[in-house]
């Protein structure tokens, strides 16, 4: 048995698919298998996943105890450059269509001591 037939045998076509998007190497997946546990521990780095180490976890876990799976987290994919502002800091989603997301701190008090100039770079930036 394959490790994706594995992966099939054990897990819903969506979990399946979000294994396969976390490898770095599609190819292993038709390596033989050894146990379920083994292989979903070390087909990839769960810290460094889409969905994050505890979402791994629980699937493991559930698995094992014949148990509900966790939801899949919902993925958002956004346009190129989408800028918003929450609280203190300002969000640019998908910088210039890089799926970076960055973030920047931002201080309103701040902008009563810049020029004219830097205020209104600031803020048609933010706007």
Do not use: H
């Amino acid at each position: 048995m394959t490790i994706l037939e594995l992966l099939i045998d054990y897990l819903p076509d969506r979990y399946v698919d979000a294994v396969i998007s976390n490898l770095r190497n599609r190819s292993v997946l038709m390596n033989e298998a050894g146990s379920f546990s083994s292989e979903l521990l070390t087909l990839f780095d769960w810290s460094e996943s889409r969905q994050g180490y505890e979402f791994w976890e629980e699937v493991l876990e559930s698995v094992l105890a014949n148990d509900e799976l966790p939801p899949l987290p919902i993925e958002i994919g956004y346009c190129p450059s989408t800028t918003f502002v929450c609280k203190k800091t300002i969000y640019i989603m998908n910088a210039a269509d890089t799926n970076l997301n960055l973030a920047f701190d931002f201080n309103k008090s701040e902008l009563k001591f810049m020029d004219n100039y830097k205020k209104e770079k600031i803020l048609g930036f933010v706007n």
